[in-house]
């Protein structure tokens, strides 16, 4: 059984910054695409970033140059360093998992919240 289990959630000042982990179990890190979500108050869940099995990145606009995700496959665990916070980044954080060759995330965590106070 596939288990994502995220951490380092908290509250930071304007300008701070986070660094979430999402530990998983049940496969290898490399077996397919990772992800990280958000959704603040009220509002849907949103794309952040990804990783592929191959290393490759990718972004939402609104946190290109501030968030980096990366992963350590010895570790089973998938990184996301959020710098230079603001109050707009406040939301609950998943990771998400995909199967190889799949399109969509199957794995989901339970989340982890951060808040950016100003």
């Known amino acids: 059984q596939v288990q994502l289990v995220e951490s380092g959630g908290g509250l930071v000042q304007v300008g701070g910054s986070l660094r979430l982990s999402c530990g998983v179990s049940g496969r290898t890190l490399g077996s397919g695409a990772m992800g990280w979500f958000r959704q603040a108050p009220g509002k849907e869940r949103v794309f952040v970033a990804s990783i592929g099995w191959s290393g490759g990145t990718s972004y939402a606009d609104s946190v290109k140059g501030r968030f980096t995700i990366s992963r350590d496959n010895a570790k089973n665990t998938v990184y996301l360093q959020m710098n230079s916070l603001k109050p707009e980044d406040t939301a609950v954080y998943y990771c998400?998992?995909?199967?190889?060759?799949?399109?969509?995330?199957?794995?989901w965590g339970q989340g982890t919240q951060v808040t950016v106070s100003s």
């Open positions: 998400a998992a995909k199967d190889s060759g799949s399109p969509t995330y199957r794995y």
